[in-house]
């Protein structure tokens, strides 16, 4: 009895972050479902989640990956919205 087509059909989005080499404190968005952001290293990290935003994109979970003590983990951010 229930119809599918009223409930939202979901889109999602995968934006991996990346700490500068030298200065983690300094995070930049380097690519989007797995394709590398052009000048990614100018990008700033709140003005791309700012525009995500404006584009009703909302972040769903993160999942960090932890490669040793000596440098900083890769962090994966997950979006979802629904379809137009």
Do not use: C
């Not at 939202?8 to 968005?29: A, G, I, K």
Request: a negative charge; zero cysteines; hydrophobic letters at 35%.
């Amino acid at each position: 009895e229930s119809d599918m087509s009223l409930s939202p059909q979901w889109e999602y989005l995968t934006v991996l972050v990346s700490p500068e080499v030298l200065d983690y404190e300094e995070l930049h968005p380097k690519s989007v479902n797995g394709q590398e952001l052009k000048n990614w290293k100018k990008i700033d990290l709140n003005t791309f989640l700012s525009q995500l935003g404006a584009d009703h994109w909302e972040m769903t979970g993160t999942i960090s990956i932890d490669v040793g003590e000596s440098r900083a983990g890769t962090n994966y951010l997950f979006f979802k919205r629904i379809k137009p």
